[in-house]
């Protein structure tokens, strides 16, 4: 039998039994009855003829998919005869259905997908572990490290480093600057991607003199148009020649971060210097791609015999660098952003449990007007499977069509969120609604449809055909049973939403406590920028110059209070630890203390407004000519230097610009402590050197304004102009913008959470009002008898409101003790908060408290309103 | 299935089957044939609504015991569907038989021992 002979068999069918029965009905008038009374026999003698079709069509086989469509086609009919209940369901199931997929698109972009490179499981992201330090911490390698690494492993097919930085393009006449990655010359191979056009690095590359540089599909389309010659021409950047070696693919990007780097150079530049033959200068990011069949755990172990080697041979710089650290890169990138997403996606599928529990709520109030409909069913001869199973296709093709519109509104969300999203989620960017996010859609529509439809159905199927008859003809359908069913999704509602509600209090609590977090510093009316001088445009003085007379002429632009120079700006990304020592503190070289390193010029702590605690501020005493001087923070004193005065002290950094190569350096000064990282990195030990004695990078400007500091961005830029025209301005920003940014991950966090409590809080209410409704129109007869025996209206409105205070009580508990649990999964994203903070807990169940007695206000109202005579006369 | 006088006794899952082959190897049968046939033979011992025979025939006919035709009746001048057994179901009735004589034998000696011993 194919399936589409089923009409034609149908036909058959039909013609066979209506033969038959007509026979029979010819028979029983031969034998003398009338033609009524033998038709009657007849149709007796024969038995349930739609069972008999029925289960006659069951041997053929077709039936299961002939029957789905029927039901389904059936549900569609029933929906569309209840416009405005299908149109709240679908409403309700769109919008947990759309958050769900919007925030599984971005769990699916960043954790989910492969890395853009073949055989992405073999790329591995390398380290050393500093075991100076409590825990697993990753520390990054020197040249000379990588190149033994490199040379000596048998793990691996190859090994590559990167290390980011800036570079300033001089190209007709305007420069312009960019973020770049110097790597080796084997870094596209490794990952396994080829140039689009001219010729990938060699081995020569690394070797000074040899510039080569590699461009981006972008720059290559945005500064170069597109030229088809490109490769072998020659650019100019921060005064050098580089060769073009060529164009990658579109779509290439590694490392895979924001902001993507416009051009990779070779280590060229680095060779130039001393950068390549210093151990101990760890900077480099390492990724390798395991030989075929190497699992990582052999290649950690490979590395760590080099590593280990190293140590030995070299203790002043790797005593502490013993082992390899090796990560599957997939998991390294996405390490940071796992447990938020991780949050982010369960609170997501608690409101989509929610939303099945509230349309469950809705389905079982349709499910008992329409107890009559099913009891009717049963009684001629529908079986319980089959009115399950039609409740189940209907409940299905509710969620479906929620699902479709969730779908179409999740793809909305998700670029409204890709657009909030402030985190540095890798390859957010290209988070879009994809087969695997469509698949998903589906699934969990066809679960929600299941998991709502199933009481409801359950329930109904059990109900007695005779009692539900009986009780639908005098409208009070639905039994006690059926009570409890609904009172439970009520309660699991109320539970669950408190559950979101506490941990979106947690978060927000733990917000306001981050952003009340003294920087250290005052950000308000600051501006920022950075200038791209070229080191090797200028001699040092000439350097050094430069920036005395910017400084100078920026703090004479009318509207500026202040002006000076520095690095790192606190909560930048930049940072940098150099080891040191103490005078008179001798310890072997290996073993020398590392701490934050800052360069200050003239005037930077009082425009930053960073508290000096004793002795002096840098000024011009602390020039090029001047004795090497140093001034250190709070918490370097307090680690230090306990019970001492540090001031006249002397210590030796490891750090040198040719002029000042190592000094030893007295302490002239201490600073308060800064947030240098964020603003829930706890204050760290930091010293700072005079930026006339530690030429090594171009500090930030930072300019104290009067007014809106971003107005004076223009001036800025003119003065520098008019300096030197080719040496650009980038990075232009407010102080205020990245402490705001260093908070940025939590606000979006408590963002989402806030929103997702929001539906919660909402829903548990319609779910509660729903319910309350529902009974206050069943038990009209019984209110009316009530008030009619006196009882007083307020009696009313309290009894239906207690009724509701009760359900959300039992909610509460439960979520409260739900919520003491689940909310230990947030303990990595609070700051200053427990997990258990009884504030927000008690908070977070009174506001649920006072919603639902708001929700069950209106119904209670509506029972106490009631004409207790038009009660009891209605049928 | 509707409810039965005690006197009557509900067909064993699976005996409608054998009994429909082996009316069938009368001869080809339509459906009201067949029915009336087991109720005459077995005195309205197996009194069951024709409507139940449909199902069995079509299952049957699905496995290739039986095959139909549309024919015109000799007594009656209007087309019925006549089932006829093939010559698997004529195997498959000897097989039935002999398992419904082996399940028979079993009972009977667990119901009337003595009379197996004497």
């Given at each position: ?84 209940f299908t149109a709240s369901v679908v409403l309700v199931l769109a919008l947990g259905i759309g958050a769900t997929t919007a925030i599984f698109s971005v769990v699916n972009a960043a954790l989910l997908q492969p890395l853009p490179f073949p055989e992405p499981d073999r790329l591995m992201w390398l380290s050393q572990q500093n075991h100076s330090l409590p825990g697993v911490v990753p ?85 170069f148009g597109s030229a088809k010659d490109i490769a072998g021409e020659t650019l100019r950047m921060d005064d050098h020649s580089y060769t073009v070696a060529g164009v990658m693919p579109k779509g290439f990007q590694f490392p895979l971060e924001n902001p993507a780097p416009a051009l990779w150079i070779s280590m060229a530049d680095d060779a130039a210097g001393k950068k390549t033959s ?598 | ?118």
């Amino acid at each position: 039998m194919r399936w589409w002979q089923v009409r034609k068999r149908n036909a058959d069918l039909e013609r066979e039994l209506s033969a038959d029965l007509d026979l029979e009905e010819e028979e029983q008038r031969e034998r003398g009855l009338s033609p009524d009374e033998a038709r009657y026999a007849a149709r007796r003698a024969f038995g349930n003829s739609a069972l008999i079709r029925d289960q006659t069509r069951e041997t053929w086989g077709w039936v299961p998919l002939e029957r789905w469509w029927q039901d389904f086609r059936f549900a569609l009919r029933q929906l569309a005869r209840a416009p405005g209940f299908t149109a709240s369901v679908v409403l309700v199931l769109a919008l947990g259905i759309g958050a769900t997929t919007a925030i599984f698109s971005v769990v699916n972009a960043a954790l989910l997908q492969p890395l853009p490179f073949p055989e992405p499981d073999r790329l591995m992201w390398l380290s050393q572990q500093n075991h100076s330090l409590p825990g697993v911490v990753p520390e990054s390698l020197s040249y000379p490290d990588y190149f033994d690494w490199r040379s000596k492993n048998h793990t691996f097919a190859g090994i590559a480093t990167c290390v980011g930085g800036g570079i300033t393009v001089q190209l007709k006449g305007e420069s312009q600057r960019l973020d770049i990655q110097t790597v080796s010359s084997n870094f596209f191979q490794v990952l396994g991607v080829a140039p689009m056009m001219g010729r990938d690095f060699r081995l020569e590359d690394e070797q000074p003199g040899n510039r080569t540089v590699m461009l981006s599909y972008s720059i290559w389309q945005s500064m170069f148009g597109s030229a088809k010659d490109i490769a072998g021409e020659t650019l100019r950047m921060d005064d050098h020649s580089y060769t073009v070696a060529g164009v990658m693919p579109k779509g290439f990007q590694f490392p895979l971060e924001n902001p993507a780097p416009a051009l990779w150079i070779s280590m060229a530049d680095d060779a130039a210097g001393k950068k390549t033959s210093q151990r101990g200068f760890d900077v480099l990011s390492a990724i390798g791609r395991l030989k075929p069949g190497v699992t990582p755990e052999q290649a950690k172990a490979d590395l760590s015999l080099i590593a280990a080697e190293l140590a030995r041979q070299y203790p002043d710089t790797n005593m502490e660098d013993s082992t390899a650290l090796v990560q599957p890169e997939l998991e390294h990138m996405t390490g940071d952003t796992r447990p938020a997403l991780r949050v982010l996606f369960g609170a997501v599928m608690l409101v989509l449990l929610m939303v099945c529990a509230n349309v469950a709520g809705l389905l079982l109030v349709r499910a008992a007007r329409r107890g009559g409909e099913f009891a009717l069913r049963a009684v001629i001869g529908a079986s319980r499977a089959a009115i399950i199973r039609q409740l189940l296709v209907e409940s299905v093709t509710l969620s479906l069509c929620g699902g479709i519109a969730g779908v179409g509104l999740g793809y909305g969300l998700l670029h409204a969120l890709v657009r909030l999203m402030p985190m540095d989620i890798p390859r957010m960017q290209e988070a879009l609604v994809d087969g695997r996010v469509l698949l998903f859609g589906l699934v969990i529509s066809v679960a929600t449809g299941l998991l709502f439809g199933v009481v409801p159905a359950w329930r109904m199927s059990r109900s007695a055909p005779g009692l539900a008859l009986r009780e639908g003809s005098r409208s009070v359908a639905g039994g006690r049973a059926q009570h409890r069913v609904h009172n439970g999704l009520v309660v699991a509602q109320t539970a669950i939403g408190l559950v979101l509600l506490v941990s979106s209090g947690l978060l927000m609590r733990s917000l306001v406590r981050i952003l009340n977090v003294d920087p250290g510093f005052d950000p308000g009316h600051v501006l920022s920028a950075r200038v791209g001088v070229p080191f090797g445009r200028y001699s040092h003085d000439q350097h050094l110059h430069f920036f005395d007379q910017l400084v100078a002429r920026i703090a004479a632009v009318p509207g500026v209070q202040s002006a000076s120079a520095g690095w790192p700006l606190p909560m930048s990304a930049s940072y940098a630890t150099i080891t040191f020592n103490i005078q008179g503190r001798p310890v072997p070289r290996g073993d020398e203390p590392e701490e934050a390193l800052g360069l200050a010029m003239p005037g930077y702590f009082a425009t930053m407004r960073i508290p000096l605690i004793s002795g002096r501020v840098f000024d011009e005493r602390d020039g090029l000519k001047g004795q090497p001087t140093i001034i250190i923070n709070q918490a370097f004193a307090r680690k230090y230097f306990p019970n001492q005065n540090p001031l006249g002290q002397h210590i030796q950094v490891r750090l040198g610009d040719d002029v000042f190569e190592q000094s030893v350096r007295e302490i002239v000064g201490v600073v308060g402590n800064t947030r240098l990282k964020g603003l829930t990195d706890g204050v760290q030990p930091e010293y700072y050197l005079p930026y006339a004695q530690a030429v090594v990078t171009n500090p930030y400007l930072v300019i104290r304004t009067s007014g809106n500091p971003l107005a004076l961005q223009d001036a800025v830029r003119a003065v520098v102009q008019q300096m030197d025209e080719g040496v650009p301005v980038y990075q232009v920003s407010t102080l205020e913008d990245y402490v705001s940014k260093s908070a940025a991950q939590p606000r979006f966090q408590t963002f989402l959470l806030s929103c997702f409590a929001g539906m919660a809080l909402i829903l548990a209410a319609i779910g509660l009002y729903g319910l309350l409704s529902y009974v206050v129109v069943q038990r009209r007869c019984e209110i009316g008898v009530r008030m009619a025996l006196g009882a007083q209206r307020t009696d009313i409105l309290r009894h239906i409101i207690r009724r509701g205070l009760i359900l959300t009580l039992a909610g509460v508990i439960a979520g409260l003790a739900i919520a003491f649990v689940v909310t230990q999964a947030l303990t990595g994203m609070l700051y200053g908060i427990r997990s258990s903070d009884p504030v927000t807990f008690a908070a977070m169940a009174a506001v649920l408290l006072l919603v639902s007695v708001a929700a069950s206000g209106l119904p209670a109202y509506r029972a106490a309103r009631m004409d207790p005579n038009q009660a009891l006369r209605e049928p | 299935m509707a409810r039965q006088s005690p006197q009557h006794a509900n067909l064993l899952q699976g005996t409608l089957d054998m009994l429909i082959l082996r009316t069938l190897l009368y001869g080809p049968a339509h459906g009201h044939e067949i029915g009336k046939h087991i109720q005459r033979t077995t005195n309205d011992f197996l009194q069951m609504q024709h409507g139940s025979l449909y199902p069995a025939l079509h299952r049957l006919e699905r496995r290739g015991w039986v095959v139909s035709k549309w024919e015109t009746a000799p007594d009656r001048n209007r087309e019925f569907k006549y089932y006829r057994l093939t010559e698997k179901g004529r195997k498959q009735l000897v097989v039935e038989e002999s398992q419904w004589k082996q399940m028979a034998e079993a009972v009977a000696r667990v119901l009337w021992p003595t009379a197996e011993e004497s």
